[in-house]
Nanobody
């Protein structure tokens, strides 16, 4: 069972930036994929960005060029740097860990972007 602790959410004005953090309970390099999802009110949950164990990254088209996912092995943490935020990106952001086919979810962190 991998536990995930997220932090960094909050209220920001449109065009602003936030950095989310996700710290798993296990060694981060042992996790196959760490990803960020988000779910806005009355919308389906969507994948935002992912980071694989070999260092590959992938992003939703809507965030490419504005969001960056990164990993700090020394701090055992994955970050999601979000720039140029838009009001429609208001959502609960979830960190997930996929380890040997088992998917684990964090509790989520609220991001609110005001117009």
């Amino acid at each position: 069972q991998v536990q995930l602790v997220e932090s960094g959410g909050g209220l920001v004005q449109a065009g602003g930036s936030l950095r989310l953090s996700c710290e798993p309970s296990e060694n981060i390099v042992s996790i196959n994929v760490i990803a960020w999802y988000r779910q806005a009110p009355e919308k389906q949950r969507e994948l935002v960005a992912l980071y694989t164990t070999d260092g590959s990254t992938n992003y939703a088209d809507s965030v490419k060029g504005r969001f960056t996912i990164s990993r700090d092995n020394a701090k055992n943490t994955v970050y999601l740097q979000m720039n140029s935020l838009k009001p429609e990106e208001t959502a609960v952001y979830y960190c997930t860990a996929n380890k040997f086919g088992n998917l684990y979810w964090g509790q989520g962190t609220q991001v609110t972007v005001s117009a």
